[in-house]
């Protein structure tokens, strides 16, 4: 018998997340082998009158693919996979697998090729602009190692956070985006962290579970040589395999000028992937109210009641700040008390304070009131 939270789940992901129509194609790609979900997704599109496309994968694979790619080969493979991405209308990428380091020995610059000549090809010029898409992780036991919980624990955090009412977020998050529309200066104050820029004319976007499950985030850029200042990340970054912490970065004029980390210069090695890696795409607030610590997962972690992330890298098309970059790295500041507390300031007035907001427009974002 399915797990009637996984039913919901999937009802969540093709009629609210894609908007699934009849005659529209969806491709649902599995990496891990998710059978349970990926059967009630093409159970759901069928429903709607949608043509689902399926593809899993397995991180075990990619990396004996991964260990002796070139880039001929990589192209020769994006060719392919671009080719069938231009044809659907929606992508439900389902992000699995029993060992979150499974690419953790792949050489540094067999990733530079796959994320260059692969991923930047097919998702982010094809799918990222073009297909109504959905990213999700699913529960494993991997997972439940990371967030220090059991199983069964973490499967019931996972369906509250995923099967979160999503509709009523966005409403709430109305009033937090009409703000940051009208703000020139932010100011993000902490431990070992004081950083101002400007977000000056760029649009605020609402994450609202439309584009990532779990979601819980409204984000926007700063003007790309605002930034000034310095900022030291209290989250454990995973990125190619290898987890990275106590990462400090300090700006000046918009450029990374320097970054320190458990380990200096492979970190260092990332940001002069191009020049873009040095400025950053993205600065968002995290608010969901079922996560508030943690697991090393980007996608959990990046919506954090209480946190922002500040993003080295590309900016998204519909949040252009002229930074384009191979990568696009989220980076996550927890300021709830437990992680040291810290401050947002709009045009020098306090907004939230130690991850709670402070003033009466925004307060419907806390979490209480959004459970």
């Known amino acids: 018998m399915v797990d009637p939270r996984i039913k919901v789940l999937a009802k ?19 990496i891990g082998l998710e059978t349970p979900l990926v059967n ?6 069928y429903n709607v009158g949608a043509l689902p496309f399926v593809t899993i994968k397995d991180k075990s694979v990619d990396r004996a693919l991964l260990m002796n790619i070139t880039e001929d080969h990589a192209k ?7 080719l069938r991405m231009n044809e659907m209308d929606a992508y439900i990428g389902i992000r699995s697998g029993s060992n979150t380091s499974e690419l953790s020995d792949v050489p540094g610059d067999k990733m530079e090729i796959y994320f260059k000549y692969i991923w930047n090809e097919v998702h982010s010029k094809i799918r990222v602009p073009k297909t109504k898409w ?12 990371m967030a220090n919980l059991s199983t069964e624990a973490f499967e019931d955090f996972y369906f509250n956070v995923c099967n979160l009412d999503y509709s009523k977020m966005s409403k709430a ?33 609402k994450c609202d579970g439309k584009l990532n499950i779990p979601d819980g985030e409204v984000y926007s850029a700063p003007v790309k040589n605002s930034v000034n200042g310095y900022i030291t990340y209290n989250t454990p970054a995973e990125y190619q395999g290898f987890t990275f912490e106590n990462i400090r970065l300090e700006f000046k004029d918009g450029k990374i ?23 950053v795409g993205e600065f968002a607030i995290g608010v969901n109210p079922y996560i508030l610590k ?10 954090i009641s209480g946190s922002i992330h500040f ?19 989220d980076l996550v500041y927890i300021q709830t008390p437990e992680y040291g507390g810290g401050e947002i300031y709009f045009d020098d007035v306090l907004i939230r304070k130690d991850g709670r907001f402070v003033i009466p427009e925004l307060e419907c974002l806390n979490p209480e009131n959004l459970k």
């Open 257 to 279: 000028i320097k970054a320190t980390a458990n380990d200096t210069e492979r970190i260092n090695k990332i940001f002069d992937t191009d020049e873009g890696a040095r400025y």
């Open 40 to 45: 009630e997704l093409i159970k759901e599109a």
């Open 173 to 205: 998050m109305d009033s937090l985006v009409n703000l940051m529309e009208k703000t020139d200066k932010v100011r993000i104050t902490g431990p070992n962290t004081d950083l101002t820029f400007s977000i000056k004319g760029l649009p605020a976007i």
């Open 311 to 329: 993003t080295p890298g590309s900016s998204y098309d519909d949040c252009f700040n002229g930074n384009k970059s191979a990568i696009h790295w």
């Open 12 to 30: 969540n992901l093709i009629n609210y997340s894609c908007e699934l129509k009849k005659g529209e194609k969806v491709l649902i790609e599995s």
């Open 134 to 145: 959905v990213v999700l992780r699913y529960p494993s036991p991997s997972m439940a190692q």
């Open 76 to 82: 020769q493979i994006a060719k392919y996979e671009a």
């Open 294 to 303: 943690p697991m090393k997962d980007t996608l959990f972690d990046e919506k």
